[in-house]
């Protein structure tokens, strides 16, 4: 065991069965054979599987250190909240040990840990108590904990009647003032409204600035890339990538694209009366192969269109688009302010970004090329096929402290006047 890991997992392996009747039998089975000192090398910790039986998860090894976040991101389905509840205890792994030094903070499934008929207030209590908290302890802190549910007179009505966004007000709140040393969220940030988001975020970061360690799964890839600093991507059960956050989430949605995407996009399309012009490569330099390679925030950039066209095209304008790696939003655009003649036959546009105010992420590059004044698109690239990647890194040692006070996504260029 790595002495710096609060959480080391070791060849975890978690197996389902598609047949609830059988799944019951084989956990009878298990049990007796578990109980069985004879047998006990033959229990369910073996690498076959049963009829119906199938790999929720399946070898999985990675370490987490203190403060460290870790980012669990996969398709619906591919293992994240198994492997959360495993961590967190609730299911026995099939194979594999994990290690945890320290208490566990979960915010599981909505709901779990919380008795219904309990009042919010009250629920606070049992949760702490079975934390070890004795009553004075709880005391001290119970006026804090409500107060970041923000829930205010609901805290004394019964949980069976708090919507899913208080539910996780609670959950959160109460997961995250006890102390842990590790936190597993799941998803649940997802079902609070955006001021709770904030708060969620703005705690986990102060968490993890004062030492604490989180396991995040999210769909959100603002989420994750406010709070998480490395990234694990499953696929039906296994690593797919690890890495850091950003490069996970520029995996995950490479992926989704199911073509490689690199940081020159090639259209092969041919020329055609229907379309006199085809934009070939879209690059972003500095690059020396096709390979994804980061580049690194506020350096010089050019963004280099190779076209192909059949005639001369004359007005005519180009632009190329920045959008967040979910393809969510436009961040900011590089629109030609002056006309250009293009020639026939191949040639390029250059656009140069004398400092990429980019913040470290995974970013999408889109382009078109236009009539000046009609603005009718006459080619573009990155809409109908893949965009171009853009990964972009940051050395975040200096700006550690200011960021984790606020979430960037850009840096501008800004020049301050100090009157006497
Ligand atoms: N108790 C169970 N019995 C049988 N199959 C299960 C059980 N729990 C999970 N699975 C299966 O294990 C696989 C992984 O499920 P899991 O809930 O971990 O996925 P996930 O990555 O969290 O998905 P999502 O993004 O939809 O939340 C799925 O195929 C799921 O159907």
Redesign the pocket.
């Known amino acids: 065991m790595n002495t710096n890991s609060i959480l080391t997992v070791d060849k975890l392996s978690?197996k389902?069965?598609?047949s609830?009747r059988r799944?019951l039998w084989y956990g009878v089975q298990d049990i007796a054979k578990d109980l069985n000192p004879y047998q006990r090398q033959a229990t369910n910790q073996t690498g076959h599987l049963r009829k119906t039986e199938?790999w929720?998860?399946q070898n999985i090894s990675f370490s987490l250190h203190r403060g460290e976040s870790l980012a669990?991101i996969?398709?619906?389905?591919?293992?994240?909240?198994?492997?959360?509840?495993l961590l967190n205890g609730l299911?026995k792994p099939d194979g594999g040990q994990i290690r945890i030094r320290g208490q566990v903070g979960a915010l599981i499934e909505l709901g779990i840990g919380l008795d219904p008929v309990l009042s919010g207030r009250e629920n606070i209590y049992v949760r702490a108590a079975l934390l070890g908290l004795s009553r004075r302890q709880v005391d001290a802190l119970i006026e804090q904990i409500i107060d970041f549910t923000g829930l205010g007179d609901a805290i004394h009505m019964p949980v069976q009647f708090y919507s899913s966004g208080m539910t996780a007000r609670l959950a959160y709140a109460v997961a995250a003032h006890l102390n842990p040393d590790i936190l597993l969220v799941?998803?649940v940030l997802a079902v609070g409204d955006l001021d709770f988001q904030r708060k969620c975020l703005k705690h986990m970061q102060s968490y993890l600035t004062a030492g604490g360690s989180i396991v995040l799964?999210s769909?959100v890839p603002y989420h994750i890339q406010a709070v998480c600093q490395r990234g694990l991507l499953?696929e039906?059960?296994t690593i797919k990538f690890a890495g850091t956050a950003s490069e996970t989430l520029d995996r995950y949605f490479a992926q989704q694209y199911q073509q490689a995407m690199t940081i020159e996009q090639r259209d092969q399309a041919s020329l055609s009366p229907d379309r006199p012009m085809v934009i070939r490569h879209l690059t972003i330099q500095p690059t020396q192969s096709a390979a994804l390679v980061a580049i690194q925030s506020g350096s010089d950039v050019r963004v280099r269109l190779s076209y192909e066209s059949m005639t001369v095209h004359d007005n005519m304008g180009w632009a190329f688009f920045i959008w967040t790696g979910d393809g969510a939003t436009c961040i900011t655009g590089g629109i030609s302010t002056a006309p250009v003649t293009l020639k026939a036959g191949e040639h390029s546009l250059t656009c140069r970004l004398p400092r990429l105010p980019l913040t470290a992420g995974a970013y999408q590059v889109k382009a078109a090329v236009f009539g000046f004044d009609s603005l009718q698109v006459l080619a573009h690239l990155g809409w109908e096929n893949a965009p171009v990647r853009l990964l972009v890194e940051e050395d975040v040692s200096t700006l550690k402290n200011l960021q984790s006070m606020a979430q960037q996504l850009i840096t501008i260029d800004v020049e301050w006047t100090h009157e006497a």
């Open positions: 978690k389902f069965s598609t609830f799944s199938f929720g998860l669990i996969g398709d619906n389905g591919a293992g994240k909240s198994t492997l959360l509840k299911i799941d998803e799964v769909h499953l039906k059960g």
